[in-house]
T-cell receptor
C-alpha cells in the first residue's frame, strides 16, 4: 500500500508557485521521498527526490520537514504544461524495490 | 540518448486471448519494470527484471509473465485475457540497484472486449 497521503486535487494560477503537500508519517530512516508526475496519456516522469535535505533542480524544489513526516513539492512558476497528476512516493533507493503509487494530486494550472 | 519505447501504443484483444507487449530500455539501463494502470488509478507494480532475471513481483497472477533479453529489452505476456486487464501498461527502465529515478515509456493501451 502507498505510504503517502496527498490532496486529491489542487488549482494554481499560471505564473504563480504551485506547492503540493505530501504526508508520509511512517517513513523509515532509509526511505527517500520521490516525486513523479503524469501528464495525460503519458508515462510518469521523474521530477526530484530527497532523503532529508531540501533539494532543487531545474524542474522543482523539494522541501522535507525536519522530522521527515511530510514534504512539499514546489513548482516556482507554474505553466499550463504543468497540469498533471503528481505522485509522492517513499521508498528505499534500491532498484529492486517497487514504486508504490497512490492516486496522487491532480494539479490544474489555470490561465 | 533514446528514451524508453513501447509497442504497440494501442491494442484491442478479445477475452481469453493472449497478448505480448514490448519495451526497449533507455540506453545504458539494465533494469526493467512493468506497471499496470487502470483508469483513474495510479500505476501498480507487476514485476521487475534485472540482468534477465525476475527481481521482484507484485500482486499479479501467474498468467502475467515477462522476459528480459540480453540487450535489456523486455516483453510482458498476459495469457487468458480478462476484461479487467484493460489498462495502460507502462514499462520503466533504470540503471542497476541504485537509482535516481525510473524512466517510463508512454505505455501501451490495452482494451479487452
Amino acid at each position: 500500500d502507498a505510504k503517502t497521503t496527498q490532496p486529491t486535487s489542487m488549482d494554481c494560477a499560471e505564473g504563480r508557485a504551485a506547492n503540493l503537500p505530501c504526508n508520509h508519517s511512517t517513513i523509515s530512516g532509509n526511505e527517500y521521498v520521490y516525486w513523479y508526475r503524469q501528464i495525460h496519456s503519458q508515462g510518469p516522469q521523474y521530477i526530484i527526490h530527497g532523503l532529508k535535505n531540501n533539494e532543487t533542480n531545474e524542474m522543482a524544489s523539494l522541501i522535507i520537514t525536519e522530522d521527515r513526516k511530510s514534504s512539499t513539492l514546489i513548482l516556482p512558476h507554474a505553466t499550463l504544461r504543468d497540469t498533471a497528476v503528481y505522485y509522492c512516493i517513499v521508498r528505499v533507493d534500491r532498484g529492486s524495490e517497487k514504486l508504490v503509487f497512490g492516486k496522487g494530486t491532480k494539479l490544474t494550472v489555470n490561465p | 540518448e533514446t528514451g524508453v519505447t513501447q509497442s504497440p501504443t494501442h491494442l484491442i484483444k478479445t477475452r481469453g486471448q493472449q497478448v505480448t507487449l514490448r519495451c526497449s530500455s533507455q540506453s545504458g539501463h539494465n533494469t526493467v519494470s512493468w506497471y499496470q494502470q487502470a483508469l483513474g488509478q495510479g500505476p501498480q507494480f507487476i514485476f521487475q527484471y534485472y540482468r534477465e532475471e525476475e527481481n521482484g513481483r507484485g500482486n499479479f497472477p501467474p498468467r502475467f509473465s515477462g522476459l528480459q533479453f540480453p540487450n535489456y529489452s523486455s516483453e510482458l505476456n498476459v495469457n487468458a485475457l480478462e476484461l479487467d486487464d484493460s489498462a495502460l501498461y507502462l514499462c520503466a527502465s533504470s540503471l542497476g540497484q541504485f537509482l535516481s529515478g525510473y524512466t517510463f515509456g508512454s505505455g501501451t493501451r490495452l482494451t479487452v472486449v
